[in-house]
T-cell receptor, first 115, second 114 residues
Framework: AQSVTQLGSHVSVSEGALVLLRCNYS??????LFWYVQYPNQGLQLLLK??????LVKGINGFEAEFKKSETSFHLTKPSAHMSDAAEYFC?????????????FGTGTRLLVSP | GAGVSQSPSNKVTEKGKDVELRCDPI?????LYWYRQSLGQGLEFLIY????????KSGLPSDRFSAERTGGSVSTLTIQRTQQEDSAVYLC????????????FGPGTRLLVL
């Protein structure tokens, strides 16, 4: 079984500051890992994904995440926050040994960006 | 190309009524998923379709929920005898053959049961 824990339901940063959103996963098999972003009243947009290739994954809008097996983590970072980054972010995991890739989501982290 | 579309975008219904939610996946995507996003439960998997194969219904919360997919394309999620706890955003996603780990989500249908 897979699960994801996102630490911090809310994270506040100033514009231009580093963004760090934490995600730890649990999986009995090698996982696929994802970060999705959700803007108000919209669906989920894929930011980036880890599929067992490079451990440092670059995504859209300047975000990146690093897969650390020893720490079972997949934290999302961005060097400099923009006001437009304010949204809810979801980490998700799926198993690589199932016939389909059901996503198991974390509870989400709302990113607040102040001027 | 066009993304995943869902209709209606918002639905208000009375307790006990039936509702139908529609999803049009991206053209060429053979896999289709339904998820539910609610305040109490977060994002939950509901059901999965792959082409014309029998769906995986393991996430459906009760027998009031059902879904079908016609012609391997459009899907309808039906909730019978709606309850207030069914109020949520229902999200549909689809994925491409050979890249099923990447799901593309629609904007969702916001269901409110009064």
């Amino acid at each position: 079984a897979q699960s994801v824990t996102q630490l911090g339901s809310h994270v506040s940063v100033s514009e231009g500051a580093l963004v760090l959103l934490r995600c730890n996963y649990s999986s009995s098999v090698p996982p696929y890992l994802f970060w999705y972003v959700q803007y108000p009243n919209q669906g989920l947009q894929l930011l980036l994904k880890y599929t067992s290739a490079a451990t440092l994954v670059k995504g859209i809008n300047g975000f990146e995440a690093e897969f650390k097996k020893s720490e079972t983590s997949f934290h999302l970072t961005k060097p400099s926050a923009h006001m437009s980054d304010a949204a809810e972010y979801f980490c998700a995991v799926s198993a690589t040994n199932t016939g389909f890739q059901k996503l198991v989501f974390g509870t989400g982290t709302r990113l607040l960006v102040s001027p | 190309g066009a993304g995943v579309s869902q209709s209606p975008s918002n639905k208000v219904t009375e307790k006990g009524k039936d509702v139908e939610l529609r999803c049009d996946p991206i053209s060429g995507h053979t896999a289709l998923y339904w998820y539910r996003q609610s305040l109490g439960q977060g994002l939950e998997f509901l059901i999965y379709f792959q082409g014309n194969s029998a769906p995986d219904k393991s996430g459906l919360p009760s027998d009031r929920f059902s879904a079908e997919r016609t012609g391997g394309s459009v899907s309808t999620l039906t909730i019978q005898r709606t309850q207030q706890e069914d109020s949520a955003v229902y999200l549909c996603a689809s994925s491409y053959p050979g890249q099923q780990e990447t799901q593309y989500f629609g904007p969702g249908t916001r269901l409110l049961v009064l």
